[in-house]
């Protein structure tokens, strides 16, 4: 059994930078892979960005390279997704997940925090 619980949500304007946490409970979460994604009215939620158990790994979607940083404290039982030159087609509601295995397809995510919604405006 996983929860988990994302913060950090908000209004920002376009060029600004947002940082979405994730706390996650048990005793197990170094043993998953982490997954942020989102998800806008009238679309498929989509992947952003996964970091693998030791956090050696990384992989972002093309959308948000370079400009999103995707971090965990296994210790602390934290995922973080830093957010930078955030753009209004980053308005999104974010889900933080977690898998037993490596991925992007978010059928393969077994767990959901409930999302936080980032809005930026123009």
């Known amino acids: 059994q996983v929860q988990l619980v994302e913060s950090g949500g908000g209004l920002v304007q376009a060029g600004g930078s947002l940082r979405l946490s994730c706390s996650a409970s048990?005793?197990?979460?170094?043993?998953?892979?982490m997954g942020w994604f989102r998800q806008s009215p009238g679309k498929e939620r989509e992947f952003v960005a996964r970091?693998?158990?030791?956090?050696?790994?990384?992989v972002y979607a093309d959308s948000v390279k370079g400009r999103f940083t995707i971090s965990r404290d296994n210790a602390k039982n934290m995922v973080y997704l830093q957010m930078n030159s955030l753009k209004p087609e980053d308005t999104a509601v974010y889900y933080c997940?977690?898998?037993?295995?490596?991925?992007?397809?978010?059928?393969?995510?077994?767990?959901w925090g409930q999302g936080t919604q980032v809005t930026v405006s123009s």
């Open positions: 048990g005793r197990t979460f170094s043993s998953y892979h």
């Open positions: 970091i693998s158990r030791s956090g050696i790994v990384t």
């Open positions: 997940a977690a898998s037993g295995g490596l991925s992007r397809l978010p059928r393969e995510y077994e767990y």
